[in-house]
């Protein structure tokens, strides 16, 4: 299946953000990702951040970042994150939403796949953020 993702100076620009972001808690820095990834595919969104909570989808389960149909992208804050990264520690819980900075920019970036086309399935939003996350970290390592 072939997948369009931005160009490898750009994944790379997102990824530092959003790692910048998690590190700092600098929400800031997040929104600036998001914008990016926004701006480059030309789409509408809103920035909801859960500072202490999970994103809870349709079904009533707890997410680890959501996306709405209507583009209402639901991160968990990295301080919040880190709490829980404490707190659950060898979890089950830990391992459902995949407590660690790593998993966090994935979700993100799983997320802003869905962004771009609400219906992508899970499998190709996953795709997407791979994508972009090796292709990041080819340049920032
Ligand atoms: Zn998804």
New binding site residues.
């Given amino acids: 299946m072939k997948r369009f993702v931005p160009p490898d100076a750009v994944c790379e620009k997102i990824v530092a953000l959003l790692i910048c972001g998690y590190d700092d808690e600098d929400t800031k820095a997040v929104a600036k990702a998001v914008r990016l990834w926004a701006r480059w595919y030309e789409t509408k969104y809103k920035l909801v951040w859960c500072r202490d909570r999970l994103p809870v989808d349709d079904k009533g389960n707890q997410c680890a970042a959501m996306c709405s149909e209507s583009g209402e992208l639901e991160l968990v804050h990295p301080s919040y994150h880190k709490k829980l990264v404490k707190r659950y520690r060898g979890s089950g819980l830990q391992t459902a939403i995949g407590l660690t900075k790593p998993t966090w920019v994935k979700n993100v970036l ?2 802003l796949g ?1 962004l771009v086309t609400w219906a992508y399935p ?1 499998t190709r ?1 996953d795709a997407m953020a791979n994508d972009v996350y090796r292709a990041a970290m080819l340049r920032l390592e």
């Fill in positions: 799983h997320e869905h899970e939003a």
